[in-house]
C-alpha cells in the first residue's frame, strides 16, 4: 500500500481497482492530514509508513500547502470502466486539490464576476433604448413647427374662405330685395280699383 500511495502523491491522481482505490483512501488520508504541520515528528512518522524521501519531500512541500483549509475529504474515487482482460472494477482516485476540472470557483469570484456582466449588460441596455428615445425626442422637437406652420395656414384660408361666404349670404339679400322693387314698381292697379273708379264715373 506504501508504493501506491507514493505513486498517488507523485502523480496526483493514479487508475486502479477500485478496491485498492477505496483502501488507498483509508490508508493516505491520515498521512496528508500529518503533513499541514510541517514539523520534525510528522515527518518521522509519514517516513514509517512510505519510506521514500522523494514523497515525503512532496508531501509536506506542495500537498502541504494545497491542503492547509481543508478539513478531510483529500482525495476522490471516480469510477472508470470495467477492465477488459477479468472485468474487473475499476476507478480513478486523484487529489481534489489538484483537479482544476472539477474544483469549484470561489464565491467571491464568481459573485464579482455575475455582477460586472449584469453592470455591462444593464447598460448596454441603457445605451440601446435611450437612443431611439432621444432620436424621437429630436424629431419630436423638429416635427412640431412646421405642423404649425401649417395647421396656422389652414386655419387662415378657412377663416378667409368663411368671410367670403359671410359676405356672399350678405350681399345676396340685398340683390334680391333690388330685384322684388323693381319688378313691384310698373306693376299696374289692382282691378278693385278700376272697378270702384268706373262706378263713380257712371254715377
Not at 124 to 133: E, L, M, Q, V
Not at 161 to 178: G, L, Q, R
Request: proline share 5%; charged share 25%; with cysteine.
Amino acid at each position: 500500500m506504501s508504493n501506491i500511495t507514493c505513486s498517488l502523491i507523485a502523480h496526483k491522481r493514479i487508475i486502479t481497482t477500485l478496491a485498492k482505490a477505496k483502501a488507498l483512501r483509508v490508508y493516505a488520508e491520515p498521512l496528508i492530514t500529518r503533513s499541514k504541520v510541517d514539523s520534525m515528528h510528522n515527518r518521522r512518522v509519514v517516513f514509517s509508513y512510505l519510506q521514500d524521501k522523494e514523497a515525503i519531500k512532496e508531501l509536506f512541500g506542495v500537498i502541504g500547502d494545497k491542503v492547509a483549509n481543508r478539513p478531510g475529504g483529500y482525495t476522490r474515487i471516480v469510477k472508470m470502466p470495467r477492465r477488459a482482460g477479468d472485468a474487473a472494477d475499476m476507478a480513478l482516485i486523484e487529489l481534489v486539490d489538484f483537479n482544476e476540472t472539477y474544483k469549484p470557483k470561489e464565491a467571491g469570484d464568481s459573485a464579482k464576476k455575475t455582477r460586472r456582466s449584469r453592470r455591462s449588460s444593464g447598460s448596454g441596455a441603457a445605451k440601446s433604448t435611450s437612443a431611439p428615445i432621444a432620436d424621437v425626442t429630436n424629431e419630436a422637437s423638429t416635427a412640431p413647427d412646421t405642423n404649425a406652420s401649417a395647421t396656422a395656414e389652414a386655419v387662415a384660408a378657412a377663416h378667409t374662405a368663411a368671410d367670403a361666404d359671410i359676405a356672399a349670404e350678405t350681399m345676396s339679400p340685398a340683390a334680391d330685395s333690388n330685384n322684388e322693387t323693381m319688378t313691384e314698381g310698373p306693376v299696374e292697379p289692382e282691378a278693385p280699383a278700376q272697378e270702384e273708379g268706373g262706378e263713380a264715373a257712371g254715377a
